[in-house]
C-alpha cells in the first residue's frame, strides 16, 4: 500500500511582491503535487507563475524547472506535480506591483 501526506504549508496568507512558501522535508516522497487556492485576489493578472525550488538541506535551494501557476480568482485552484526533488521542495515567485493574492497551498506527496 503506498503512503500519502497532504500538508498545508500556507494557510490565509497574502502575497504581495516577493513571496516563498514554507519550505517543506519531502526525502521520503516520490512524487508531489502542490495546489494554490486562491481565496482573494487584487489586480493580479492571468499569467503570473512561481516557481518550484529543490533542497538539499532547506536551506541552500535551486531552481527545479517546474512552473506553478498562481491563481487570480477566488476559489479558483491551480496546480504543478513534481518528480525527481531531493529533501526538500518550496516555491517561490514575485507579485507585479500593487497586486495581491490571498492564499492556501497544499503539499500532496506519495510514496
Known amino acids: 500500500m503506498r503512503e500519502s501526506h497532504t500538508a498545508v504549508v500556507e494557510r490565509n496568507v497574502t502575497w504581495t511582491g516577493t513571496f516563498e512558501v514554507e519550505p517543506y522535508e519531502t526525502a521520503w516522497a516520490g512524487e508531489a503535487?502542490?495546489?494554490?487556492?486562491?481565496?482573494?485576489?487584487?489586480?493580479?493578472?492571468?499569467?503570473?507563475?512561481?516557481?518550484?525550488?529543490?533542497?538539499?538541506d532547506g536551506m541552500h535551494w535551486a531552481d527545479e524547472g517546474t512552473l506553478l501557476p498562481v491563481p487570480n480568482q477566488h476559489d479558483e485552484v491551480t496546480f504543478a506535480r513534481v518528480r525527481h526533488f531531493g529533501g526538500w521542495l518550496r516555491a517561490v515567485g514575485e507579485l507585479p506591483e500593487g497586486a495581491s493574492v490571498t492564499v492556501i497551498v497544499y503539499l500532496a506527496l506519495k510514496e
Not at 33 to 56: H, T
Open 33 to 56: 503535487i502542490y495546489f494554490i487556492r486562491a481565496l482573494d485576489a487584487v489586480r493580479l493578472p492571468e499569467g503570473v507563475m512561481a516557481k518550484i525550488q529543490i533542497s538539499p
